[in-house]
């Protein structure tokens, strides 16, 4: 009874268990029904969203352009983004922020930091001592660092997505260039904070082109495997990649096509802008040659003049990938002289020289990294700006000894149509169908670590140790397991970047350092302490790429075994309910599930790279992958052991793998065999030894040397910065709005006062009052207006709004009179026509009472008195005054006696007509009044009784209608015969004894 009882409770408690579940999902789904990606390019963005009804569309600016710039202007009291900005970097080029995501991750001394000092000087740079790295220092009151700066960026774009989509958004999925190593990646993950967005995930921006391509061509791809290279030269980078596509089978939803990233190369500087700033060196240089015997400044002093030649060496790069030669003007460039020269395609080309030699670079790198020749590579697709330059695709061309190049994509919106389908396969809120994704690791991640080893008795050395954990080109997202077998006490390891000898010296130096994490260990030696007579298992750190392909460190954990004997003790509670849930989805009863975080994965030995070390001195590599809990028929193979071990130990150790680890000994005593038979002895007999796994948690303090991240109230202070910035944007645009229609109704209400419907229903005096109201609200707008609140506009709009209310709406009262009494008069006569109709239906066929035909009558008489009066009382009223003829009223007329009307024309649709007899000639016949409740009785013919059924014609002649039939027309003939009392709505009316 007792173990009933449990059993009762534990379905109980897993069926909520279950709800709680449903429920958070519901209120999840109920709180992002829409999200978005951001493509952020080096010199625009284009902004994509996902909400119900509209699937994967490009966000319009406030411009109503697809694509925003990525600039941002910083003033004391104000900000621009987009286009406004770009249009301040000509005015105020100090203040206006571009290219500025160059210098996320970067410390003072990295190359970019330099070379973008030297682009753009007029920029002052700061120095953040504390993470060595630089802010922009606008004034000596305003200073933002690059997170900032990408955090205001991301929050306009966020505004730009919902104001298009029309509600909240908190989701995204951000691209970022391939190359993009760990403290970059992080940075912009910092940024998205500052925003208050979640970031669904950081996707490379030519995997999001590769998915967006595959997406609409779904049906071409299947399991032949098809290359495909993408070259993707944009405004600040270049990268090519070369991908895989074929249908694979999957677990969960059978065959679906996937994409692999199988090799990738890029140029970091290597883009659209390198060659604008090529020709605005040579527009430069022209300019001096034309003013140099007038003793006149060199151009490249002057901010302002080099701003307006960068934007004309934009259009004249666009003007001559059409054209082969341009005509460049700015008017008054400096010091009021116009600049107007022809430049060629062929100069053009001529400056560029060497950027178009580096355009084959990384095709020679992504073929290296896949293992792949040219002829393997089925097409070579374009992407990007700056690939529409002639000469870029001449040299590609020529270098990718292909017929033609593929220009079948949006290059401009590929990656944000990509990225907001992830963004959608990532969300709770929509189904899409499956595309796997498998993208690759450019950046190989080991583990060092030193430990002292005996080579010869007595003779004790240091070693130090490599493991390769994430290799180059291999896929992520992907979790790994390092064990580390012969520590016994607190010891240090550190995570850095592999082998990087892909990369030429200029690049590493921008790479900047290949350390990322010391990782310093404590509570080893405790545990080995707790645990004496248990066998150590070794040392386990649990690492995680995530689809960001931001590295962390999950947990250490160091883990002992050692065997017990089986007792018949019952399950543990918790046992029973996660079994009791397992059930309710259609998992298995197996109680041997792993307890701890490496539950469900499936763990298997990775060669460790350049290493020589004997068995025994090798820290284990293990891979873990993802693997549905109720999926335990199959038990995952062994743990890897570095020591030789008997065979009888490791048929045990495969036999019990998949049982789970020991909880802590304060949770393994709560155990009991209350309300469980006893065993038998023969089967306590027969069970045998079993491994008992004790997990105890390391502590871990990381110690971060590629770049540190912003403290917690470090990125708190920022983002309370961002947002009170926001908040004074909308505080601003607020007031501008109430300025303007203020204004706006000083100059239309002045207008309105001369025309003649205005001036019919107001005296002199009243218009001189209101006149002489608003001039004085002008001149205050005027001279003290740029200092009142918004508060102060409202009021004073409010004020003039009362002033000139009565003058409105006389005029508004007699625009609407004609239609109104035109409506009213209608519905009188159409009101007056029906009861007309009504009272002339006969006695017998009436279907409405006295009552209801009286009610409508007075109504339409109380109408047709009130219309009268009170247009004869208006008639006396002056035009000055306030009417008393409102339209308000007229339509509480209408609705009164239309109510009435439609209630009996319902009556009359719904009411069945009533039956009635027929005589012998088959025609109806007109039965007197006082026999309206009987009829002739039909008497059966000789030799039939009484209950055999009449003939067939009688019968369908005298039954009653069916409940389909036709309403009955008013006054109209064959009405039914009459009854004593009313039939309710809608029911056939009962049929009497001598009816059939």
């Given amino acids: 009874m007792a173990a009933t009882i449990r059993s009762q409770r534990l379905r109980r408690l897993a069926c909520w268990a279950v709800m709680a579940v449903l429920l958070a ?25 996902v909400k119900p009804g509209v699937p994967m569309e490009i966000v319009l600016n406030k411009e109503s352009r697809r694509k925003t710039p990525v600039t941002v202007t910083l003033k004391e009291n104000e900000r621009f983004f987009g286009d406004s900005a770009a249009s301040m970097a000509i005015k105020n080029p100090k203040a206006t922020l571009r290219y500025f995501q160059h210098l996320l991750g970067k410390q003072e001394g990295n190359p970019h930091v330099a070379l973008y000092r030297a682009r753009f000087p007029e920029h002052e740079l700061g120095f953040d001592p504390q993470r060595q790295t630089v802010h922009f220092q606008i004034s000596p009151q305003l200073q933002f660092s690059p997170e900032e700066v990408l955090g205001m960026v991301l929050n306009y774009s966020r505004s730009l997505a919902e104001d298009f989509a029309e509600q909240p958004i908190k989701d995204a999925v951000i691209t970022v260039p391939a190359f993009f190593n760990q403290a970059e990646r992080r940075a912009v993950l910092q940024a998205a904070r500052m925003a208050g967005l979640k970031v669904l995930q950081l996707i490379n921006d030519n995997t999001a082109t590769a998915l967006s391509y595959g997406v609409f061509r779904r049906k071409d791809i299947n399991t032949t495997a098809q290359n495909v290279m993408f070259y993707d030269m944009g405004s600040g980078s270049t990268v090519c990649t070369i991908v895989t596509y074929q249908t694979v089978k999957t677990k969960e939803a059978g065959m679906q096509p996937q994409l692999q990233v199988r090799g990738v190369g890029f140029d970091r500087t290597l883009g659209g802008l390198e060659m604008e700033l090529r ?31 960068l934007r004309e060496a934009n259009r004249l790069k666009t003007v ?20 107007k020269a022809k430049v060629t395609r062929v100069e053009f080309e001529e400056l560029c020289a060497d950027l178009f030699e580096r355009v084959p670079g990384p095709v020679q ?58 963004a959608a396969a990532l969300s709770k809120a929509f189904k899409v169908k499956p595309f796997v994704v498998r993208d690759a690791v450019i950046y190989p991640i080991l583990v060092e670590f030193t430990r002292e080893v005996e080579e010869e008795p007595g003779v004790r050395s240091l070693k130090h140790n490599k493991r390769v954990l994430f290799s180059r080109m291999g896929p992520y997202p992907q979790r790994k397991v390092i064990t580390f077998n012969r520590y016994n006490h607190d010891f240090n390891f550190h995570i850095n970047y592999g082998d990087l000898g892909f990369l030429g010296p200029e690049d590493l130096r921008v790479f900047g350092s290949q350390n990322l994490t010391t990782v310093k260990l404590k509570g080893v030696g405790e545990s080995f302490k707790k645990y004496p007579d248990h066998e150590s298992k070794g040392i386990k750190a649990h690492f995680n790429l995530d689809e960001s392909g931001v590295l962390s460190l999950i947990r250490v954990e160091s883990v002992f075994e050692t065997l017990v004997e089986d007792s018949p003790e019952e399950e543990s509670t918790l046992t029973k309910l996660g079994n009791t849930i397992s059930s309710l989805f259609g998992g298995g009863t197996t109680a041997d599930t792993k307890e701890n975080g490496t ?123 961002l947002q009170d910035l926001t908040l004074r944007d909308l505080e601003k645009q607020e007031r501008e709005k109430a300025a303007n229609s203020l204004e706006a109704f000083i100059f239309e209400t002045q207008d309105k006062l001369y025309q003649p419907e205005y001036q019919e229903v107001s005296t002199e005096e009243q218009r001189e009052e209101i006149s002489g109201r608003l001039s004085a609200a002008s001149t205050w707008l005027e001279d003290e207006g740029f200092e009142a609140t918004t508060v102060m506009l409202k009021e004073k709009l409010t004020e003039l709004r009362k002033l000139c209310h009565g003058l409105f709406f006389r005029v508004e009262e007699r625009k609407k009179w004609p239609e109104r009494l035109s409506a009213l008069d209608n519905l009188l006569n159409h009101s007056s026509m029906f009861l007309k109709g009504a009272r002339l239906i006969p006695e017998m066929d009436q279907i409405f009472t006295e009552v209801e035909m009286t009610t409508l009558e007075k109504v339409i008489n109380e109408t047709w008195a009130w219309k009268n009066a009170t247009m004869a009382e208006q008639a006396k009223l002056p035009a000055t005054e306030k009417p008393v003829l409102l339209s308000k009223d007229i339509e509480a007329k209408m609705m009164a006696l239309d109510r009435e009307v439609q209630y009996l024309l319902n009556k009359a649709k719904f009411t069945k007509p009533r039956p009635r007899p027929k005589d012998k000639n088959g025609t109806r016949t007109e039965p007197p009044l ?67």
């Fill in 365 to 422: 790198q992504a073929l290296q990294s896949a293992e792949m020749n040219l002829d393997e590579i089925e097409q070579v697709i374009l992407v990007g700006g700056a690939t529409r330059v002639p000469k870029v695709q001449e040299v590609l061309l020529k270098a990718v000894g292909k017929e033609e190049l593929g220009k079948n994509i949006n290059a401009d919106e590929a990656a944000a149509m990509g990225a907001v389908y992830q």
């Fill in 599 to 721: 539950d469900a994965v499936q763990e298997e030995e990775s060669p460790a790279e350049g290493s020589k070390d004997e068995p025994g001195e090798q820290a284990e590599l293990k891979e873990e992958a993802e693997a549905p809990v109720e999926d335990t028929s199959q038990p995952p193979p062994a743990e890897p052991k570095e020591d030789a071990a008997p065979e009888e130990e490791k048929a045990a150790e495969k036999e019990n793998e998949e049982k789970s680890e020991a909880q802590k000994p304060s949770e393994k005593k709560e155990t009991g065999s209350e309300g469980v038979p006893p065993a038998p002895e023969e089967e306590k007999k027969q069970k045998p030894a079993r491994k008992q796994r004790m997990v105890e948690e390391i502590g871990v303090e990381l110690v971060v040397l590629d770049l540190p991240d912003l403290p917690e109230e470090e990125l708190a202070r920022s983002a309370k910065k």
């Fill in 930 to 996: 006082n026999a309206s409740d009987q009829a002739e009785k039909v008497i059966p013919p000789a030799g039939q009784t009484e209950d055999a059924k009449p003939i067939s014609e009688p019968e369908k002649e005298t039954r009653s209608e069916p409940a389909d039939a036709e309403p009955l027309e008013l006054g109209g003939p064959g009405a039914a015969e009459p009854e004593q009392k009313e039939q309710p709505t809608g029911q056939k009316p009962t049929l009497k004894n001598d009816e059939l």
């Fill in 320 to 339: 001559l990938s059409a054209n082969a030669d341009h005509m460049a003007q700015i008017e008054g460039l400096m010091d009021d002289v116009d600049f």
């Fill in 25 to 49: 999902d519901l209120l999840a789904l109920s709180d992002a029904l829409a999200v978005m990606s951001v493509d952020l390019g080096s010199e625009s963005m284009k902004v994509a969203i």
């Fill in 279 to 309: 020709l605005r060196e040579h527009l430069a240089k022209l300019f001096n040659e034309q003013r140099k015997g007038q003793r006149a400044k060199d151009v490249r002093e002057n901010p302002r003049a080099m701003a307006k030649l």
